[in-house]
């Protein structure tokens, strides 16, 4: 399992540890990953994702999956999460006709 999140792409950075004495060994920084289930309210059901405890914020911070995915770049998001935001899209659209 890759530690990519997959609404914002956000992966591992590299750095150094610097001891006290100055000494710089090389490390990674893994970005917080956490898995949750997010509801999709024109889809009406939740879907599984593994993404940071930022882009979780910035969840709920727009309004819900839905919105934030409208706003998502497509080369930001996994397979997984394209293939969402294109059913969303597409029954967002199927919405608009019948009304």
């Not at 397979?79 to 935001?85: G, Q, S």
């Amino acid at each position: 399992m890759s530690r990519v999140c997959e609404l914002t792409g956000k992966g591992p950075m590299t750095g150094n540890n610097v001891s006290h004495a100055n000494n710089k060994t090389r490390r990674r920084f893994l970005p917080n990953l956490n898995d949750v289930s997010l509801q999709s309210e024109a889809l009406g059901r939740a879907f599984k994702f593994r993404i940071s405890a930022a882009a979780l914020r910035t969840v709920d911070h727009r309004g819900g999956l839905d919105k934030f995915l409208a706003k998502a770049k497509d080369s930001d998001l996994s397979a997984n999460a394209l293939k969402v935001k294109k059913a969303i899209a597409k029954s967002s659209d199927t919405a608009e006709a019948l009304s």
